[in-house]
């Protein structure tokens, strides 16, 4: 009984457990910290292996939500909006150029991910409120 027990645990958290990470990793209070205190406990000599794979999860995240933003990008590319979602006027042709400047954004060398994993952890408080961060 004790086997059958431990086997659906394992299955358990083979399912859960990333997803657990990758809520630790957004936490701006633990980050990859909590990985670097736990899994060497709960993985050995793995730990590295099994904290890459939840990063790697992580990118993953961040590379599905950046291509959905382009392919918004090309759908609004058609007709440039302005704050009020209205089509330019003759007068506001002359900022179609600004406009589709400020949707070309640069590529970081590094990126937004990479930068918030490299910053230090916040400290937890009692009055941590993670929307006012």
């Known amino acids: 009984?004790?086997?059958n027990m431990s086997e659906n645990f394992d299955k358990?958290?083979?399912?859960?457990?990333s997803l657990m990470g990758v809520g630790?990793?957004?936490?701006s209070r633990y980050r990859t910290k909590v990985m670097d205190c736990y899994f060497?406990?709960?993985y050995g000599g793995d730990s590295k292996v099994q904290k890459e794979?939840?990063?790697?999860i992580c990118r993953k995240l961040v590379e599905d939500y950046e291509e959905k933003e382009r392919e918004q990008d090309k759908v609004n590319d058609g007709v440039p909006m302005d704050s009020s979602g209205a089509a330019p006027g003759k007068k506001e042709a002359s900022s179609k150029?600004?406009?589709?400047?400020s949707r070309r954004k640069r590529k970081p060398t590094r990126?937004?991910?990479?930068?918030y994993l490299e910053d230090g952890i916040i400290p937890n408080t009692?009055?941590?409120?993670v929307l006012c961060w």
């Open 24 to 27: 630790a990793i957004l936490d």
């Open 111 to 115: 990126s937004e991910l990479d930068c």
């Open 40 to 42: 060497s406990k709960i």
């Open 53 to 56: 794979k939840l990063i790697s």
């Open 12 to 17: 358990y958290w083979s399912e859960v457990h």
């Open 126 to 129: 009692p009055y941590f409120d």
């Open 97 to 101: 150029l600004a406009i589709y400047a």
């Open 1 to 3: 009984m004790a086997m």
